[in-house]
């Protein structure tokens, strides 16, 4: 009989974070499927889980190449994907675990997509996670949205003027992943024509925790780690 596969969001940093339906899983699972790059076996997934394990519990690392050549990344993809199917097959549940929430900006949103494909029938189960914003949302008393207000998630991957353009539709944002583009996603807010209340936040409950409500005291070259809540009230 094939195993089962749980997708668990494991949160932004904080072990507590997890949901009792999470730390349930990955208490009893036999497989921990923990993505990390091929240049190293980091997996801050994996040592929020941790304290969630059962002791016998077998870990796997999946290595994806930071890459962004698509013939490379589907190679991985199929790789991993098949190598999760062989421990399904043997009969063994397994998690993989993510950071933040499983299908927002997540490594097992390529893999589900591509187990999919090898097989349809597969049984899985996605576990959603507190995310990043919403954690420094709770820390700072940020109202994410209200009333009839609009939130806009967006990736800092992209340049600093689309992203100028996306946030004058919005009333709230989040930047996630704000390290890319940081310097000129700062000067495009300093001039943005409607005040903007922001706040920037790095490595979200972790000891190296950083927040500040102040552009200016926000690093230069932000850690991977990074985010920016947006708002044009006075909820701040």
């Known amino acids: 009989m094939s195993g089962h596969l749980y997708g668990i969001g494991v949160g932004p940093g904080d072990p507590e974070l997890l949901t009792i339906k999470a730390a349930g899983i990955l208490g009893r699972v036999d497989v921990i499927l923990a993505a990390s790059s091929t240049k190293n076996d980091d997996s801050l997934a994996l040592d929020i889980a941790r304290p969630h394990l059962k002791p016998d519990a077998r870990v796997i690392r999946l290595g994806f190449p930071m890459s962004r050549d698509e013939g490379t990344l589907q190679s991985a993809w199929e790789e991993n ?19 933040g929430d499983p299908l927002l900006y997540s490594t097992f949103a390529y893999l589900l997509r591509t187990l999919r494909g090898l097989a349809p029938e597969q049984a899985v189960t996605v576990v959603p996670g507190i995310t990043s914003f919403q954690a420094v949302a709770a820390a700072t008393e940020t109202v994410l949205a209200e009333s009839a207000q609009n939130l806009l998630i967006l990736p800092g991957i992209r340049d600093a003027a689309d992203l100028r353009r996306s946030l004058e539709s919005a009333d709230n944002a989040v930047i996630l992943k704000a390290y890319t583009n940081f310097s000129a996603i700062r000067e495009e807010l300093r001039n943005f024509p409607t005040p903007t209340h922001c706040v920037f936040a790095s490595r ?7 927040i500040t409500r102040s552009l200016d005291e926000a690093p230069d070259n932000p850690t991977y780690l990074s985010l920016m809540l947006l708002t044009k009230n006075d909820s701040l």
Request: charge should be negative; glycine fraction near 8%; hydrophobic fraction near 55%.
């Open 204 to 210: 979200m409950g972790m000891k190296e925790q950083f």
């Open 81 to 99: 994907a098949r190598l999760v199917l062989h421990e399904l097959a043997e009969g063994h549940d397994a998690a993989f675990l993510t950071l």
